[in-house]
């Protein structure tokens, strides 16, 4: 059954939040070839799909570690990461570990982390204030934190194209990370006690 117009721009749009995480020069390359693709393409290339195993859901990628991310923080419910085309300079979303279909589901911790990076948008990255709000998307609902700066700002708000290396410094700025311990080392030999004997000579 050939698809709608309306189904194959989604496929695009689906396609095009794939390769975001691709250097500048592929991305765009990506992107092009995304926009140029044919309906029979599209299509062609949706057949192949369901021929292979059927591919994790995005957030649920983001969660198993499939898919790379820019995690900020988590809790045992749920876990922050920034937006890689965000609204603002640090939007970030809140992915629930267990999904959930409806807003009265998502766990009272996961609104508990929303205000935890709420605060610190405010204190690291100086936000006047912050958006906290809930989106359906890829069938599952996640939790938006838009950081405010200067004008009012909402889900419909447009996106900014940010790159890998201005989201890494946003992360590094966020990101509550434990330190490592460091393991010290005994420089001294653990047996002092070595008997050297003289060379013998045949």
Known sequence: M???????Q???KQLRTQVQNLPEVQK???QQQIDEMSDEAIESMLEQQKSKEPQKPI???????????KKIDENKDSIAVLDIRPISKGHTIIILKSAVTSVKAIPTPAFALAKKISKKLQSKLKATSVEIQT???FGEIIL???PIYDKPLNLSSPRIEMSEEELFKIQRKLATIKKPKVIKLDKKPKNSNIIKLKRRIP
């Not at 050939?2 to 194959?8: D, I, K, S």
């Not at 957030?59 to 991310?69: K, L, N, Y």
């Open 28 to 30: 765009k390359a990506a």
């Open 135 to 137: 989106e359906s998307k």
């Open 59 to 69: 957030f649920r990628a983001v969660i198993g570690g499939d898919v790379p991310s």
């Open 144 to 146: 938006n934190i838009i």
């Open 10 to 12: 989604e496929l695009k």
């Open 2 to 8: 050939p698809l709608t117009p309306e189904q194959v």
